[in-house]
């Protein structure tokens, strides 16, 4: 009896050390993004299969200040990899409080039936095209209420073409949900803010630096330089020689500083004209992130 109960035991033990087919099947998703930065300790990046018009997760991420990402390859249900006919990358707050995707969508490719998508800014749902970004600026300093013309119109900066009122002068496209223009200039300690904008023929979010409370300013974005200087800067500030940025920021925004989308850009000569003249941006596509996922 005592054989027989051995011999019993022995297939039994084999048959539960053999493979396991109920274990669930994984498939890799691959990414090869270039552009993408260190969001802090407030914010990651997530990526999205688009199935059957539904968002399905794939990880989170985050990048160091090298632009290396911590994670490049995730396992993935093979059912999902085969159905999905896009990718999408989203920037999460941490912590995050919705498991939903999160409005502001950096970078979408479409599958197309194959086994890699090419992610941009410019396919939907992502924020938006750049590839024909312009725009122009102006100097002078509307707020500044003093009589007479002081000759001080090297202290303002605003986007758009000067006249009576000025008239927005941006090709940008309209941003999605979850994402606003930001004005900056550079000075001495870094990037000051102009504030930030969706609407190209309106005022921005506010003109903390300006020359007085009663006049807010024309009716495009922009910004006088003459009171409440940040630390390390000297008011009022001379606008000429100095760099002009338009970013793009998520909403909610993850710090203070440019975010790394910018897609104009202007070096002021040191001798720039104020108003009537106006100066061009320049395209500045090489911060647009751009990349590759690819399913297996």
């Not at 995730?74 to 920037?91: G, Q």
């Not at 070096?267 to 500045?284: E, K, R």
């Amino acid at each position: 009896m005592r054989k027989l109960l051995t011999l019993l035991i022995i297939p039994a033990f084999l048959f539960s050390c053999g493979d396991d087919d109920s274990a669930p099947e994984t498939a890799a998703l691959n990414l090869n993004i270039n552009g993408l930065e260190d969001l802090g300790t407030s914010a990651q990046y997530e990526g999205w299969l688009i199935v059957g018009g539904n968002p399905v997760s794939t990880g989170t991420f985050t990048v160091d200040a090298n632009g290396t990402l911590s994670t490049t390859s995730f396992n993935v249900n093979p059912e999902d990899a085969d159905a999905a006919t896009k990718f999408v990358l989203t920037i999460e707050p941490i912590p995050d409080p919705d498991p939903a995707p999160a409005a502001a969508k950096l970078l979408a490719g479409d599958f197309n039936g194959n086994t890699s998508a090419t992610l941009s800014t410019g396919t939907a749902p992502a924020l938006g095209d750049f590839s024909n970004s312009a725009g122009t600026l102006f100097l002078r300093t509307p707020t500044d209420e003093t009589a007479g013309n002081n000759g001080n119109d090297i202290y303002g900066v605003w986007f758009g073409t000067p006249g009576m009122p000025p008239t927005p002068n941006f090709t940008l496209p309209t941003l999605a949900e979850g994402w606003v223009y930001e004005g900056w200039v550079i000075g001495d300690a870094g990037p000051i803010s102009t504030g930030t904008f969706t609407d190209f023929g309106d005022r921005d979010s506010g003109n903390p630096f300006s020359g007085t409370e009663n006049n807010a300013g024309p009716p495009v974005p922009g910004e006088d330089f003459f009171n409440a200087a940040p630390a390390g800067e000297t008011f009022p500030l001379d606008i000429r020689g100095r760099r002009i940025v338009i970013s793009v920021e998520p909403v909610p925004d993850n710090s203070p500083a440019p975010f790394l989308l910018k897609p104009l850009l202007v070096d002021l000569a040191t001798d720039a004209a104020v108003a009537p003249a106006s100066h061009n941006f320049g395209q500045n596509l090489g911060s647009v992130p751009t990349g590759m996922v690819t399913r297996q």
